[in-house]
């Protein structure tokens, strides 16, 4: 599988020590930044650069890291196609998944502990989509509603 991962400072060092614990378990692993956790950046240049990856198939699944997680999943979630959730328990990791067909991981340094953090992509990565009719239902109306925001725009 090939994870395509990014944050602003704020999440930088978490970053570090996930590429390293992704590629030691076989993970082809993308990094598109932050170079540096000393000098600060704006969380949505670095949501952007891993949606418009994900999105052009340069990797199966994304990672966003800032401080809390929530900055790179609101801005995440504005890229049609993107669904970002923010998940600081093995459980949601799981479900976002299986049920939401989530596409990126968003995780917080400032929230949870490095080890949980592991744990929490690494469930992440192993979950696939149900297909169960009523989640492809329900992700359907996700697209739909994608779809007529973009036609409201354009008028």
Known sequence: MRVIIGSDHAGFNYKTILIAAMQQEGYEVMDLGADTGDEPDDYPDHAEDVATALLHNMGDRGILICGSAVGVSVAANKFRGIRAGVCHDTYSAHQCVEHDDVNIL?????????ELAKDIVFTFLKATFSGAPRHERRVKKI?????????EEML
């Open 106 to 114: 968003c995780l917080g340094q400032r929230v949870i502990g490095i």
């Open 143 to 151: 697209f739909a509603i994608e779809n007529k925001n973009m036609k």
